[in-house]
């Protein structure tokens, strides 16, 4: 079994130990190669990075400043990378040490994206909500294009779905979480897990909006679903928008 983490890095040196230390404690740890891509970052992210690659399998990749959707997205299309199991990491959360195994654990037969509930942390790393969804996210089309369902950094999935987007020649996208979410709806049934696997850091520098998005990119993605929306509508055109949207909670 082979398994990819996809993190993208901008000028994460405040918060990246913690995360790559609980990349390390991942029970799957063996079974994982950390593809890192720096998005023109301009502090020491560089070298906290090379001080783990004694602990870890990484693979790092030096690219110009595209924002994190973008930054996510070439990885997620880079055709070098090959895995059984794909998971995008953001620079500053603290992942629980089974969140990639009981991800990947749910990703059966139809089923070939999983996500899970997060616990909110400061910037301290005091947890200031238990719970980030008190209920199983709504997942539909309308609130795909308005406000996202969940977080990329939640997000588990197998080749086969990766395989599918990359066929489509996808190269215009608001945020790669929303991409990937709308084509699995399409694609297969989605898996949520009630219980939180991982800390998602609320901070200075994410100062967020509705669905912990930055104000600014919430309003770049509506405008960019509103002007594509004739084109989503129709790639999607074999949805069903509630009927189909197949959502298995635990």
Request: one cysteine or more; a positive charge.
């Amino acid at each position: 079994m082979r398994i990819a983490v996809l993190m993208s890095v901008y000028n994460g040196h405040k918060y990246l130990n913690a995360q790559l230390l609980g990349l390390a404690e991942q029970t799957v740890k063996n079974n994982i190669i950390v593809y890192i891509r720096d998005d023109g970052s301009e502090d020491n992210s560089f070298e906290i990075i090379d001080s783990w690659k004694e602990k870890l399998n990484i693979v790092l990749y030096k690219g110009c400043n595209v924002g994190p959707a973008m930054s996510f997205w070439k990885f997620f299309m880079n055709e070098e990378i090959h895995a059984d199991y794909y998971a995008f990491c953001d620079q500053d959360d603290i992942w629980d040490s089974d969140k990639i195994e009981l991800g990947i654990k749910h990703l059966t037969g139809a089923v070939h994206f999983c996500a899970c509930n997060c616990r909110i942390i400061d910037e301290n790393g005091n947890v200031v909500k238990r719970e980030r969804e008190k209920s199983a996210p709504e997942v539909s089309i309308p609130r795909l294009f308005v406000s996202g369902c969940t977080q990329g950094c939640s997000m588990v999935f197998t080749d086969a779905l990766r395989k599918y987007l990359m066929n489509l020649k996808i190269h215009c996208i608001s945020m790669h979480d929303v991409i990937l979410m709308l084509y699995e709806i399409q694609f297969g049934k989605i898996f949520f897990n009630q219980e939180p696997h991982f800390s998602y850091r609320v901070h200075s520098n994410n100062v967020v909006a509705k669905e912990n998005k930055l104000i600014v990119q919430n309003l770049k993605t509506i405008y960019w679903n509103w002007k594509n929306r004739k084109r989503s509508l129709k790639l999607s055109r074999d949805i069903r928008l509630y009927a189909n949207c197949q959502v298995m909670i635990t």
